[in-house]
């Protein structure tokens, strides 16, 4: 349910109200807006008596919010959220590119692609330390002494470091990662959302390999209902029958989404496609769809990188994309 106060409803009024709502054991969620001020209710609100709500002096109107997913919804937030990555601020038109390889491999690896994403203009580098990998065979990651590598790329950059976090037993050795990414094959472990919903990391969260935007949704106001409400959304690509990608890019997902909700949209062409040679064009079409953002995996040579080399862009092919994308976010800006 959404109450919303008129323009000139003083604090002390505003408080009073919230304090009254609260005693009839809903959670109230505040929203200032330039003008109005709109109190988002969950939990059971059925309750409420919307016409005494609606007969306060202060109270513009209230409304039922049908959807599943409230505090993420935009009818709770009309404006756009801004989320801050280590001081790199995404969403409400601040764009920022991701950039980094599918694993950290070595130190060498590591700085030098950070380097030179960062030359090129990505804010964030990404390096996986713990992968999600479907063959319990292939390359696990280096774990703890990833994110040690990360760290020191960081230093040595200052761009901020995004990487997966598998298990919530791991949170203790995450505390330099700005950014927790929450990857595709967990966007439904649940146990994993309500323990990183009452940190306050900011949250990339992937949208899982079968999932719709409904449960993507969902899976955010899990770690929203823990208190943390610095998330940023991600498209990846879903399963589809084409197999010609390696997965289906969703790219009509960003301006739904941007419909649905306040928080932040990137989109992963890397693993959308699978082929580092469709990555520049979605890379491209994602900005100019008015996603907040991109990720993109890159390393310095994909023939040898230990996981995702197929997908990943050289440092030079990442240089031209970020340039080519500059020219349609100012087409898209006009
Ligand atoms: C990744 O970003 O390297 C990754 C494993 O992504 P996803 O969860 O989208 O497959
Ligand atoms: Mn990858």
């Not at 960062?118 to 804010?123: E, L, P, T, V």
Request: proline share 4%; glycine share 8%; net charge negative.
């Amino acid at each position: 349910m959404i109450t919303v106060l008129k323009p000139n409803t003083t604090d002390e009024q505003r408080d009073h109200l919230i304090h009254w709502l609260e005693g009839q054991k809903v959670q109230v969620h505040i929203s200032q807006g330039d003008q109005y001020t709109i109190l988002g209710l969950v939990g059971d609100t059925t309750h409420i008596d919307i016409e005494l709500l609606e007969s306060l002096e202060i109270v513009q109107s209230v409304k039922r919010v049908s959807e599943p997913f409230k505090k993420c919804n935009r009818k709770f937030h009309p404006e756009d959220s801004v989320i801050d990555c280590g001081g790199v601020p995404i969403g409400g038109g601040h764009f920022a590119v991701i950039a980094g390889p599918c694993s950290v491999e070595s130190r060498d690896q590591i700085v030098g692609i950070a380097q030179s994403v960062k030359a090129s203009g990505a804010k964030l580098l990404r390096g996986g330390a713990f992968k999600p990998r479907t063959s319990p065979y292939d390359f696990q990651g280096l774990h703890a002494d990833g994110l040690a590598l990360l760290s020191e790329a960081k230093k040595v950059t200052g761009l901020p470091i995004v990487s997966e976090l598998m298990d919530i037993r791991d949170l203790d050795i995450f505390e330099d990662v700005d950014v927790i990414q929450i990857g595709a094959r967990n966007m439904q472990n649940f146990e994993l959302l309500k323990s990183i919903g009452r940190t306050n990391k900011t949250i990339l969260l992937k949208r899982g390999l079968a999932n719709t935007l409904k449960e993507l949704l969902m899976s955010a106001e899990y770690i929203m209902a823990g208190g943390n409400e610095n998330i940023i959304l991600c498209e990846r690509g879903i399963r589809t029958y084409e197999t010609y990608t390696r997965n289906t890019l969703d790219l009509s997902c960003v301006p739904v989404l941007h419909e649905l909700t306040h928080l932040p949209v990137v989109v992963d062409p890397s693993h959308a496609t699978g082929h580092s040679n469709l990555v520049p064009s979605m890379v491209l079409a994602a900005a100019a769809a008015g996603a907040d953002g991109i990720m993109v995996e890159v390393h310095n040579d994909p023939i040898h990188a230990l996981c995702d080399g197929a997908q990943s862009l050289t440092p030079a092919q990442f240089d031209d994309v970020m340039k080519r994308m500059e020219k349609v976010l100012e087409a898209v800006r006009q």
